[in-house]
């Protein structure tokens, strides 16, 4: 049994806002530590959180079934990584301001796409439940 | 389509480099010595940018900073034989070395800068908008 949201979308995108939440948050700390000494800007990587979506979507064909799909797991969220290519200022921060509003920007894109995504797949389901387009 | 962002990120940061020297430049138009204290006239920053292919998937480069170099025009000899840093002997006998800054070349290269960074923020807005657009033709 599939339930109502079985088979499509929904759970993978629910997965990728939740992951571009996160995120903001993360470079918004990044932006509110700007000028803190020896601050280490912290990133959640989006290479390997769409790998593990993919994975999971791919293995299992069923999003839903959280209880085995890999990208459910808390660690993905829980491993802020250090962010070790930029380059380190005097003061020993290595938040650089233009990189971080770019990545806000881009993740502002990801949770738009996610929701507008969203919102078209229960369009559907709405016109699927009520008969009517 | 995101890269075009991560292009013009990599120009807000190599302008901003520019700006920073120049107003290090600015900044130290009458420093008569260095950093240790002894008398050496300031040199002028110069950053010089280069072409960064290494975020380009369509052809389209990025610019990093190169390197900053120091300007080596001989620096402005004054007349000022009572001066504590005053050249003692030889052929500036009686005179102080200042640094060999031109402000209006400085200035203007500020105003470039300055709009330069604007230009690549217009950039950045338009691709926004770009994207913006394609999400609403599922909407």
Redesign the interface.
Known sequence: MQGIFGGTPIAALEHTLTFAQRRHELLAGNLANLDTPGYQSRDLDIGEFQNALAESINSANRPMSSATSPYTRDDLFDGPRKATEQVVFHDGSDV?L??QV?EL??NQ?LH??AI??M??QFALLRAAITEKA | MLNALDISTSALVAQRTRLNAVSGNIANMSSLTDETGKPNPYKAREVVFQTDDTMSLSGASGVKVAEIKSDNADPLYRYQPNHPLAIKEGEWEGYVAYPNIDLTTQMVDALESTRAYEANVGVMEITKNLSRETLTILA
């Open positions: 650089s233009e990189h770019t920007a881009k894109h738009g796409l507008t995504t919102r078209s």
